[in-house]
């Protein structure tokens, strides 16, 4: 390689770079809605009337708009768990279990507490609580891979059957009121409704938790590329081999990443138990851990990234309830499917189309 | 071995004049061979004088353009691959065709398995491979997998497999080749048991020191005709030599007793890196490492020479910190770290050049800023935040001084060349004075520019007062730099000389463990 050819190498992968950033949400995009338009024209419906509908449903009045930012806030915290996962190398499919040992660790706080405890003190608890639920749950199959070898995606998801069994024997056993799926309703630690601030949100869920998760999100960003944690965290998912000869221990970095993982997605646990409902419910939050998967893929493991995602893809779910007159809605969840798998199959693609460009030039 | 005894007195295999063109290639054009049951017989020549297509004719992977074939004194010009097998010719590729995730008995009955009703009869199959295996002198365990099979026992496998399928005429194209001096002698075992037998073995190959140890006749092949055929007692390398290129060569003279030199070394000052009795276990062999002891000065490089393969990497691994050491015990400027994790051997002065870069040296997806912190992160952070702009500072800095092209510290190191990711790899290991680096391999796969600057900075390196352990494949890069040369064979280090007494003639032959 002659130095003229090294000296053009700056200007083209910054290009790259944007581009094999934004060209495979943009492809996946495309392809969902090319494949939308046909799901509904095949139930007989105009795809214009039903994507304004969605639209309507969802972004055009205060209360479908507060409807997704609450579906949001919970999917962006189980995306940035399956991100930073990502981030290390690690594939973390427990983030449905970890969400409702989250949710249960909040609500049992919230409990345990006095009526009348300050809400400067409580709030903050509740959530600390969802946290160490959530992170102990993660940093599980964290030891299991750094100390056996036993592989995350397999403990993850064995993992999310032991803990659902256990919160839901837990439930009948200990906590429900009869009747009912629910804990009695927590005496301390609940969250404002953005109603409170915003009258014209009115009946919707969206609460307080959005601007904590969105300060996770911040914080989540930072420490992945700001600090000494990130950067070795990220060293070992992309070259574990490198990072050990670095002197980084790649089994810590495992067990951190697990736990940190753990810990995001039982943050989402808040959104329901402390701003929503104020009691911890089973089955609050069915799906949202799975969805986080999805959602950490098509926002390229990057927290700003996570945050649109979750917003896509609670736009869907909320726009699916909005569109129900018009088409059946389980062609959202269709929809969502192709969704992922244009994701999916979008990225490698792309990075293919890029390289053999890139032989073209030069 | 069901195979038809040779007629008293016809040759194994005659071919005679035999021709064969490739295009416009003529690769064989006049070419006679005659091997006699049970011996060895060497076909010698240089690379392309046509040895290889002789005996893929004779092995029926391709026809001849003109000639006869005779094996056993029955005439078989022009077969096919599959009679050839099934009259007991079998051939051993350069290249294996096994499956690594099946047995050693998988392996050998692949294509001919024997059944009972629909199902594999395994019992009966690893019965009959231990069998023909212990006949023929091979140890090893059939229902051991493949892939955790040494080349060398990969390739007895081979052996293994044509022999299951009853060959008698057994080609081997440069076996040894992919060999480690010490599986090149388990072959030779192999080899001269099968003779022993009654086998006949025709080896390929152009290396003299082979011929004349495992032959008993030669045929000479050069561009394409067969020059000379003589027994191998009585010849020497140099008329083998002068038969292979029709000229008189000179060929490197013996070596000397190099070992003397090892045990001169006491009174010195205080070794900055000391190993002493190392063992480290090893993944096929059970001491990769064997007993090593040796010790650098500060303003030293000892140069660790060796045919790939023989423990450098263990050694390395394990002096570094990334492999534990079974006993023994190493030193960093007195300090004991044998147990210590990477980085606090790091902090206690030891550097480390590794020797695969893509894999261990660099994250390639990490900027060149990034790369050059690697490992050094800790310096870098103050209450667990990275200082971007001193990173940003220093990099610019090392990359002036590295002179590591393109001079972005912002690009992913992936897209510069080999020569300027090593650079970034030196550059970090000496960003810092210490009292030890371990270099393995520091220019491969590196452009000659970039050698130059790089070895500058070893020397450079050593000048300031670093003791230096050179681990390179290239001899000439030993010699180049070393103010001492280490041997290492088999796991052991077999000599340790002061440069002037190093020369490639007198290391060659220790490196292939010839006087050890």
Known sequence: ?362 | MTSPLPKSGAPAVRMTGIAKRFGDCQAVRDASLEVMPGEIHALVGENGAGKSTMMRILAGIYPPDAGTIEVFGRDVTGWSAARAIDASVGMVHQHFMLVPTLTITENVILGREPTRGFAIDMGRAQREVAEAAERNGFRMNVRQYVRELSVGEQQRVEILKTLVRGARILILDEPTAVLSPPEVQELWRVLRALRDDGGTIILITHKLDEVTEISDTITVVRAGRSVASFPTAGTSPASIAHAMVGRDVVLPGDARDLRAATSAESAQPAPVLEVRNLVVSGERHARAVDDVSFAIQPNEILGLAGVEGNGQSALIEAIVGLRAAKSGEIRVAGTNVTTLSVSEREARGLAHIPEDRHRRGLVLDYSIADNLILGRQRSYTHRGVLDRERILADARAAIEIADIRPADPMLPARGLSGGNQQKIVIARALARQNFVLVAAQPTRGVDVGAIELIHARLRAARDAGTGILLVSAELSEILALSDRVAVMYGGKIVAIVPRAEASEESLGPLMTGASA
């Open chain 1, 1 to 362: 390689m002659s130095d003229a050819a090294q000296t053009l190498i700056p200007t083209r992968t910054m290009r790259d770079r944007i581009f094999e950033a934004v060209l495979p949400p943009l492809v996946a995009l495309l392809v969902s809605i090319v494949a939308g338009d046909l799901l509904i024209l095949a139930v007989g419906q105009s795809p214009g009337a039903v994507y304004r509908l969605m639209l309507e449903g969802t972004w055009g009045n205060a209360y479908g708009f507060g409807q997704v930012l609450y579906k949001a806030t919970t999917l962006t915290c189980t995306g940035l768990a399956v991100a930073v996962g990502l981030r290390a190398g690690l594939f973390n499919i427990g983030a449905e279990g970890q969400l409702a040992a989250g949710g249960l660790g909040a609500a049992l706080v919230g409990l345990a507490l006095p009526a009348g405890a300050p809400a400067l003190v409580a709030a903050p608890l509740c959530m600390l609580a969802a946290l160490c639920a959530g992170g102990a749950v993660g940093f599980v199959p964290g030891v299991l891979r750094a100390k056996w070898g036993a592989h995350e995606v397999i403990t993850t998801i064995m993992l999310n059957f032991i803990v659902l069994a256990f919160l839901s024997w837990t439930m009948s056993t200990q906590l429900r009121v009869p009747e009912t799926l629910h804990t009695s309703a927590i005496h301390a630690g609940a969250l404002q409704r953005l109603a409170t601030w915003l009258p014209s949100f009115h009946g919707s869920a969206a609460n307080a938790s959005l601007m904590i998760v969105l300060i996770a999100a911040i914080l989540v960003d930072q420490y992945l590329f700001r600090t000494r944690g990130g950067f070795e965290l990220r060293a070992v998912g992309l070259q574990p081999d490198a990072a050990e000869n670095a002197g980084i221990s790649v089994g810590r970095a495992w067990i951190r990443a697990l736990t940190i993982s753990g810990a995001l997605a039982g943050l989402g646990g808040i959104n329901f138990v402390l701003g929503y409902e104020h009691y911890y419910e089973e089955g609050f939050a069915t799906g949202a851990g799975f969805l986080g998967i999805a959602v950490a893929l098509v926002g390229r493991s990057n927290p700003l990234g996570v945050v649109l995602a979750a917003l896509f893809f609670a736009t869907l779910s909320q726009g699916g309830l909005a569109i129900n007159a018009l088409v059946p809605k389980q062609m959202v969840d269709a929809l969502q499917g192709v969704v992922i798998l244009a994701m999916a199959a979008s990225v490698p693609e792309v990075r293919r189309l890029l390289a053999s460009s890139r032989k073209g030039v030069r």
